[in-house]
């Protein structure tokens, strides 16, 4: 289902237990100087092949608060017809000295379960962050499991596997996105896969995915932007 061409860029992962229906999260990119309509064939052709419980955000580059436009009402029919339906209708993308409108999206044929949903403004960019609060049927990890390492990240490896990839990528033609994951994902394997898989302390909760570092990062890039805003103000005066 994942696919980069000129006028579409998706990507998808499923998350799965055993006792559970599996979720389908994906990422979609409508790049704007792609045509239209080959873009909502491909998002059509998409949409007819996932499963219940598919949720996708992304920048879809049609603004659906312009109502009487015949872009809006293309998409809407390709979105509706295949069970498909917008959680987003307040502005998403605002830019001073331009009207704002409502380009980006969470989508989900399963909008019965969802709880809440919308955007969180932000300093960095034009377009305002979204987020979407469902009911998963998905069960809950028990944080006392033992955690698998099958990958080292480690400097040399990651350097290692740039070196690689940007080789492999030189030699051969890049005709879909497939062609790319298929190599990605073999120069990973070759120079970061643990020959032996180990077992790992690190846990949900004692290591979870967003650090104090990252959020002091995060603040730092907001202050950074802020400070430009003024500088550039003032010179502008």
Known sequence: LSQCTENLEA?????????????????????????????LEELKSILERLPKQTYIAGDFNIDLHNSRATDVEKLEDVLFSNGFYPTISTATHEKPGCKPSCIDNIITNDVENIISSGTIPNTITHHHQLFAIFESTTSKLNCDNKMMQYYDYCNSNVEKFIEALSEDLGKNSISNFEVFTKIFHENLDKTCRLRVPKCSKRTIQNNPWITNGIIASINQCDNFYYKWRQCRNKICK
């Open 11 to 39: 990507y998808f992962v499923t998350l799965s237990s055993d006792s559970n229906r599996p979720t389908t999260i994906g990422v979609l990119y409508r790049p704007p100087s792609g045509n239209l309509d080959e873009s």
